[in-house]
């Protein structure tokens, strides 16, 4: 019997490595073969991908089927310029990555192994991700896509860090039509939105975020106001950010704007961007037509959760004002007309932000300038002053207490270091404090707050954006007198402008019943005040501010709307806006029901102690009862601090409430609210109630959400103290 022969290890290796040399040679040679019915044969995925994998190595495919899951790319010919990968493999990628129901199990399978991948042997990185535009044919003609320009590296700032990305941007000739990240169109008609949401957030044509970490600056802004600059920093710290890749905090805001923008058109619909963008700039014009709808319309609150209802949702409705938010505007006076009637009892004033270092806006300034008088806010102060001193001097010109004893002739001889007349006092530095622009302020383009101080030693004023409390700063009366000595002087050349009443939202409810606004307006006044005080007014200030926001809460926590104040917040200016937001919402109750609704709000005993909230209004039945049919009292936190007995007969919560019924919620929501002022506060008009406005949706989505999964939203604790 023969013996067996003795194995030779390594010559039965060198075999197998001969033998797999030459399957593979077979295979890759059946590639080309294959590559005309490659994708739609009968093979099975894991055929197709082994075929791929045989010919162009585990790490290769691995590397372009992620940055094809990552960017959505489908013109493969791009997609391998970019990657510098084989033509081939990227076109049987692209193709395998139309067939969605196959690709479930790729994507599965790629999210499995992204981890391991790194520690194959190649030069080249797992994931590169490549930020083109999700289709490769026009939408209009269905022509192919051409590219626009050359492709470009840049930033794509993730949760991992920071790393070089590729962009591309196509274009369709016929229809001449640009496509790019998350957006086409052309300067000659508009720009609009892609159906599907994209992966990542577009700062600047260089600079791009990964979604979910701009979900994550959103959050942190929501829960723990943290401002742009603060997420900036915060970014840079964790990842040890080299000076020439950090992130930015304009490049913060950048993200913030642009990402919420995109989710609010959204969430209305308007993909098209109201046909209004044709270039970068004009996202402001798509900020103010979002505003305008907000204005006309409250937050949805469809699926009332029974905890929700069982604190009075629905049928409790606080309202408060929060003096802490507010904005700049023009300061110039603008009456309130609607179809050319007058509306008395609201401010007169023009709301729209006042130009960069102005006193006010664009369209104002034009007509201040043609009155001769300086519109820049430093000089315009100035001026007034000025003109009442020049007065003053030449009506005692003989006097000599007027060179002696510090009168207003002598103050025009002053030091320039000792006082500034238009904001300061004689013998120091001028009272408002000047404090540096931040980042974020610099690149959204604020207006100045009020004129900054002088440096001690310094004749000139440096022009910075004022924070947190310094527009609160006391200011000089004489100045704020000659101040409206000026404007009322040059109110009757212009009258034009959107005014108080284009702003709250109230146009519609007064144009729906113009026939009745004199008589509701007369009747906006108490015949006979309450002896209960109740602080309403405003400190002086240099340039025109806003007095802050009307807010409206449902018992629950849901923040039903909010409308800006002007100038203080009036009982008509409040009464007005109530009435516009009522006659939509009681549009959907029966008058019969209208008696199981309260309104609550901290200074109702002078609200309904005016003349027109006595009787019923005068307006078409049954409207003309939407006011006093309803249940009227005071919070249970303010009522104690009323000193009219009557207030706490009338208006005391316990004898129109239920006792779960939550009166707090406004106070609560404003504890949330007001540590927004060091973010908004720096803003102008059209940034400043955009931002509230997205964060106030987020509140609403995260009340309902806490609500449906059994917990109960968290909020600060209320103190009895003044949060407005």
Same mark, same amino acid.
């Given at each position: 019997?023969?013996r %067996?022969?003795?194995?030779?290890?390594?010559?039965?290796?060198?075999?197998?490595?001969?033998?797999?040399?030459?399957?593979?040679?077979?295979?890759?040679?059946?590639?080309?073969?294959?590559?005309?019915? +490659?994708?739609?044969?009968?093979?099975?995925?894991?055929?197709?991908?082994?075929l791929?994998?045989?010919?162009?190595?585990?790490?290769?495919v691995?590397?372009?089927?992620?940055?094809?899951g990552?960017?959505?790319?489908?013109?493969?010919?791009?997609?391998?310029?970019?990657?510098?990968?084989?033509?081939?493999?990227?076109?049987a990628?692209?193709?395998?990555?139309?067939?969605?129901?196959?690709l479930?199990?790729?994507?599965?399978?790629?999210?499995?192994?992204?981890?391991?991948?790194?520690?194959?042997?190649?030069?080249?990185?797992?994931?590169?991700t490549?930020?083109?535009?999700?289709?490769?044919?026009?939408?209009?003609?269905?022509?192919?896509?051409?590219?626009?320009?050359?492709?470009t590296?840049?930033?794509?700032?993730?949760?991992?860090?920071?790393?070089?990305?590729?962009?591309?941007?196509?274009?369709?000739?016929?229809?001449?039509?640009?496509?790019?990240?998350?957006?086409?169109?052309?300067?000659?008609?508009?720009?609009?939105?892609?159906?599907?949401?994209?992966?990542?957030?577009?700062?600047?044509?260089?600079?791009?975020?990964?979604?979910?970490?701009?979900?994550?600056?959103?959050?942190?802004?929501?829960?723990?106001?943290?401002?742009?600059?603060?997420?900036?920093?915060?970014?840079?710290?964790?990842?040890?950010?080299?000076?020439?890749?950090?992130?930015?905090?304009?490049?913060?805001s950048?993200?913030?704007?642009?990402?919420?923008?995109?989710n609010?058109?959204?969430?209305?619909?308007?993909?098209?961007?109201?046909?209004?963008?044709?270039?970068?700039?004009?996202?402001?014009?798509?900020?103010?037509?979002?505003?305008?709808?907000?204005?006309?319309?409250?937050?949805?609150?469809p699926?009332?959760?029974?905890?929700c209802?069982?604190?009075?949702?629905?049928?409790?409705?606080?309202?408060?004002?929060?003096?802490?938010?507010?904005?700049p505007?023009?300061?110039f006076?603008?009456?309130?007309?609607v179809?050319g009637?007058?509306?008395?009892?609201?401010?007169n004033?023009?709301?729209?932000?006042?130009?960069y270092?102005?006193?006010?806006?664009?369209?104002?300034?034009?007509?201040?300038?043609?009155?001769?008088?300086?519109?820049?806010?430093?000089?315009?102060?100035?001026?007034?002053?000025?003109k009442?001193?020049?007065?003053?001097?030449?009506?005692?010109?003989?006097?000599?207490?007027?060179?002696?004893?510090?009168?207003?002739?002598?103050?025009t001889?002053?030091?320039?270091?000792?006082?500034?007349?238009?904001?300061?006092?004689?013998?120091?530095?001028?009272?408002?404090?000047?404090?540096?622009?931040?980042?974020?302020?610099?690149?959204?383009?604020?207006?100045?707050?009020?004129?900054?101080?002088?440096?001690?030693?310094?004749?000139?004023?440096?022009?910075?954006?004022?924070?947190?409390?310094?527009?609160?700063?006391?200011?000089?009366?004489?100045?704020?007198?000659?101040?409206?000595?000026?404007?009322?002087?040059?109110?009757?050349?212009?009258?034009?402008?959107?005014?108080?009443?284009?702003?709250?939202?109230?146009?519609?409810?007064l144009?729906?019943?113009?026939?009745?606004?004199?008589?509701?307006?007369?009747?906006?006044?108490?015949?006979?005040?309450?002896?209960?005080?109740?602080?309403?007014?405003?400190?002086?200030?240099?340039?025109?501010?806003?007095?802050?926001?009307l807010?409206?809460?449902?018992?629950?926590?849901?923040?039903?709307?909010?409308?800006?104040?002007?100038?203080s917040?009036?009982?008509?200016?409040?009464?007005i806006?109530?009435?516009?937001?009522?006659?939509?919402?009681?549009?959907?109750?029966?008058?019969?029901?209208?008696s199981?609704?309260?309104?609550?709000?901290?200074?109702?005993?002078?609200?309904?102690?005016?003349?027109?909230?006595?009787?019923?209004?005068?307006?078409?039945?049954?409207?003309?009862?939407?006011?006093s049919?309803?249940?009227?009292?005071?919070?249970?936190?303010?009522?104690?601090?009323?000193?009219?007995?009557?207030?706490?007969?009338?208006?005391h919560? %316990?004898?129109?409430?239920?006792?779960?019924?939550?009166?707090?919620?406004c106070?609560?929501?404003?504890?949330?609210?007001?540590?927004?002022?060091?973010?908004v506060?720096?803003?102008?008009?059209n940034?400043?109630? +955009?931002?509230?406005?997205?964060?106030?949706?987020?509140?609403?989505?995260?009340?309902?959400?806490?609500y449906?999964?059994?917990?109960?939203?968290?909020?600060?604790?209320?103190?009895?103290?003044?949060?407005?």
């Amino acid at each position: 019997m023969s013996r %067996k022969k003795k194995l030779d290890f390594f010559a039965f290796v060198e075999d197998l490595d001969q033998r797999e040399s030459a399957i593979s040679k077979y295979l890759s040679s059946k590639c080309d073969a294959l590559a005309t019915n +490659f994708i739609h044969s009968k093979l099975s995925l894991d055929d197709k991908l082994s075929l791929l994998v045989s010919k162009f190595s585990f790490a290769e495919v691995l590397r372009v089927r992620n940055c094809i899951g990552n960017s959505g790319i489908e013109d493969s010919d791009l997609l391998a310029e970019c990657l510098a990968a084989d033509a081939e493999l990227c076109a049987a990628l692209v193709a395998l990555n139309s067939q969605q129901e196959e690709l479930e199990g790729v994507e599965a399978a790629a999210t499995s192994t992204t981890a391991s991948s790194s520690s194959t042997s190649t030069s080249r990185p797992t994931t590169t991700t490549v930020f083109a535009p999700p289709v490769s044919r026009c939408l209009v003609c269905e022509e192919k896509l051409t590219r626009n320009h050359g492709i470009t590296t840049v930033k794509y700032f993730s949760f991992t860090g920071i790393d070089e990305a590729k962009k591309i941007t196509l274009r369709c000739r016929p229809c001449n039509l640009t496509y790019d990240w998350y957006e086409y169109g052309s300067k000659t008609t508009h720009w609009k939105l892609y159906e599907e949401q994209r992966p990542a957030v577009q700062a600047s044509d260089s600079v791009f975020v990964c979604r979910k970490l701009f979900d994550f600056q959103c959050s942190l802004a929501n829960h723990s106001w943290v401002s742009f600059a603060g997420f900036a920093e915060s970014f840079n710290d964790a990842f040890h950010m080299s000076k020439s890749c950090r992130l930015t905090a304009k490049q913060v805001s950048s993200v913030f704007y642009n990402g919420e923008v995109e989710n609010e058109l959204r969430d209305i619909c308007q993909l098209d961007m109201f046909q209004l963008k044709k270039r970068d700039g004009d996202i402001e014009k798509v900020i103010e037509a979002i505003d305008d709808l907000r204005i006309h319309n409250t937050y949805e609150h469809p699926n009332c959760h029974p905890k929700c209802k069982a604190k009075g949702c629905g049928r409790v409705f606080v309202a408060d004002g929060i003096w802490k938010l507010s904005f700049p505007h023009c300061m110039f006076k603008v009456k309130s007309i609607v179809s050319g009637i007058p509306v008395p009892s609201l401010p007169n004033v023009c709301t729209k932000s006042p130009a960069y270092g102005k006193a006010f806006c664009l369209e104002h300034c034009t007509a201040v300038e043609k009155e001769s008088i300086p519109t820049d806010l430093r000089t315009f102060l100035k001026y007034c002053v000025e003109k009442k001193v020049n007065s003053a001097t030449s009506t005692s010109k003989h006097a000599p207490s007027a060179a002696t004893g510090g009168g207003p002739a002598a103050s025009t001889h002053r030091a320039p270091a000792q006082q500034d007349p238009a904001i300061g006092t004689s013998g120091g530095p001028a009272a408002v404090t000047c404090v540096k622009r931040d980042p974020v302020s610099a690149s959204i383009a604020d207006p100045v707050a009020v004129p900054c101080a002088r440096d001690e030693g310094s004749s000139t004023a440096p022009e910075c954006g004022v924070l947190e409390d310094a527009y609160d700063d006391p200011v000089r009366e004489d100045t704020i007198s000659n101040v409206e000595q000026v404007l009322e002087k040059i109110q009757p050349s212009v009258s034009s402008g959107p005014s108080v009443v284009d702003a709250q939202g109230t146009l519609a409810f007064l144009q729906k019943h113009i026939s009745n606004i004199s008589k509701i307006m007369a009747g906006c006044i108490e015949e006979k005040p309450t002896s209960c005080k109740k602080d309403t007014g405003r400190k002086a200030r240099l340039q025109k501010w806003s007095r802050g926001h009307l807010f409206i809460v449902r018992a629950g926590g849901h923040i039903e709307f909010f409308q800006s104040l002007y100038k203080s917040e009036s009982p008509s200016q409040v009464f007005i806006i109530l009435l516009s937001w009522l006659d939509v919402l009681l549009q959907s109750i029966p008058p019969s029901e209208w008696s199981n609704i309260a309104v609550v709000y901290d200074n109702m005993c002078h609200l309904d102690n005016m003349v027109v909230a006595r009787s019923p209004l005068p307006l078409p039945a049954p409207w003309s009862h939407m006011w006093s049919a309803l249940k009227k009292c005071v919070d249970r936190l303010h009522i104690r601090n009323h000193t009219d007995e009557q207030c706490k007969l009338k208006y005391h919560p %316990k004898d129109h409430l239920e006792e779960a019924d939550n009166t707090m919620t406004c106070e609560q929501t404003f504890v949330w609210l007001a540590r927004f002022k060091k973010i908004v506060c720096a803003m102008s008009k059209n940034h400043h109630l +955009f931002y509230l406005h997205r964060m106030v949706k987020r509140r609403n989505w995260y009340t309902a959400k806490c609500y449906e999964q059994g917990c109960s939203p968290v909020l600060p604790v209320v103190k009895s103290v003044n949060t407005k």
